[in-house]
């Protein structure tokens, strides 16, 4: 079983940058495919970025590609999103999910979820 926490969210202004971070419990971590994904409201949940526990390739949305980073350090079980140039269009509550699998980049491989933390963009 893994938690997943997620902080660093808020409101900052178009072109700024936030960091989340996702701290996760369990001893498992380091085997665990780490995501990050958004819903905006009245939006699906969407897909931003992955990164894969076997050989650390990540993977971004177009949309975000360029702009977000995503990392980890498995000695403090946490996984990052660096956001930068943000837009108004990246208003979302942002999650952090867990995968057993070496890649996903789809929702319905994760097994485990964070409860979301709010980023908006202001114009």
């Known amino acids: 079983q893994v938690q997943l926490v997620e902080s660093g969210g808020g409101l900052v202004q178009a072109g700024g940058s936030l960091r989340l971070s996702c701290a996760a419990s369990g001893r498992t971590f380091s085997r665990y495919t780490m995501g990050w994904f958004r819903q905006a409201p009245g939006k699906e949940r969407e897909f931003v970025a992955s990164l894969s526990w076997i050989d650390g390739a990540t993977y971004y949305a177009d949309s975000v590609n360029g702009r977000f980073t995503i990392s980890r350090d498995n000695a403090k079980n946490t996984v990052y999103l660096q956001m930068n140039s943000l837009k108004p269009e990246d208003t979302a509550v942002y999650y952090c999910?867990?995968?057993?699998?070496?890649?996903?980049?789809?929702?319905?491989?994760?097994?485990?979820w964070g409860q979301g933390t709010q980023v908006t963009v202001s114009s």
């Open positions: 999910a867990g995968s057993a699998r070496a890649y996903a980049v789809i929702s319905g491989l994760y097994d485990y």
